[in-house]
């Protein structure tokens, strides 16, 4: 009798133990398979410095390991739809419509928003201090041949500033347009040196003010609105894709954790957030 006691008890710990393990095993996160999750990005969250805070935090919490290719918007998009990238991270909604069209992207959600605004030369040849019409400063611009530094690279910045001048119906050529071929932080500084104007988003203008000799002299013009997007790369339509690795990260970025940090990005060092977050609202709510 005692060794079948015994015997009972013994089976009824090694029950426990078991579903105790079991329980243990379910909660740990399970280790990604595919690690690397290649990121296209305009670079405005790279050069800000956002992606250098958010990449460690989703790293940790994952386990996937992220390469940001901060190309601009424009190619990011083209990596996107020749399946070049697992997830993209971009500000040119009307450009990132067609990719969702044509089932090369998906699960594509709103992120945060900031803004553009027109910098120059504090001496302000062109006159345009203070005007809250972006189309009228760029008119003024034209018409007197101050130098404009353009990215000239198919960037969201560059597509905001083609559209811009599209609305003044004028056509940027001559010696006063250079187009640099390059990122933010590249075409502000050629700028700077310049003495010219050029477009840009506000996060990066803040991260390299104390570098540049250029002041925002425009801003607040509902046109210079610049909102931001992540989406997936379509996994059915391109196989090499990372579909678990480009799903977590959509799904990171809308996440509490990570509008929080979006959130509060910047606000030590400036004195005012570089982005707003977004998730869970319409374009139309930032109208």
């Given at each position: ?52 805070v ?22 990011a ?17 009307d450009?990132?419509?067609?990719l969702?069209?044509?089932k ?65 119906g ?18 502000l ?11 840009t ?44 690795g ?42």
């Amino acid at each position: 009798m005692k060794k079948v006691r015994f015997v009972s008890g013994l089976l009824a710990v090694l029950l426990v133990f078991g579903l105790l393990v079991g329980c243990s095993h379910t909660q740990q996160p399970q280790a990604p398979v595919k690690k690397e999750v290649i990121l296209a990005t305009t670079t405005s969250t790279y050069d800000s410095g956002l992606l250098d805070v958010l990449i460690p935090v989703f790293e940790e919490q994952t386990g996937y390991m992220v390469k940001p290719i901060a190309v601009g918007t424009g190619k990011a998009l083209k990596m996107g739809d020749n399946g070049e990238a697992d997830v993209l991270l971009v500000h040119a909604p009307d450009a990132e419509i067609p990719l969702v069209e044509n089932k090369s992207a998906i699960n594509r959600k709103l992120v945060m928003h900031n803004d553009f605004v027109v910098v120059g030369p504090s001496g302000d040849p062109a006159g345009i201090k203070g005007l809250n019409d972006v189309a009228e400063a760029f008119k003024s611009i034209y018409e007197k041949q101050c130098l404009f530094i353009s990215r000239g690279d198919d960037s969201g910045t560059h597509k905001k500033e083609k559209a811009i001048w599209g609305k003044t119906g004028l056509t940027p050529q001559g010696k006063f347009y250079q187009e640099a071929g390059a990122g933010m932080g590249q075409t502000l500084k050629i700028a700077s040196e310049k003495n010219g104007y050029t477009l840009t988003d506000r996060a990066t203008y803040l991260s390299l003010k104390e570098n540049l000799a250029l002041e925002i002299l425009v801003e607040g013009d509902p046109m210079l609105m610049n909102i931001y997007h992540v989406m997936q790369v379509n996994p059915e339509k391109f196989d090499k894709v990372n579909a678990d690795g480009g799903k977590a990260f959509v799904d990171f970025m809308v996440s509490e954790k990570a509008q929080k940090i979006i959130k509060d990005f910047g606000k030590d060092k400036y004195g005012q957030p570089l982005f707003f977050p977004d998730a869970g609202k319409s374009e139309d709510q930032l109208k």
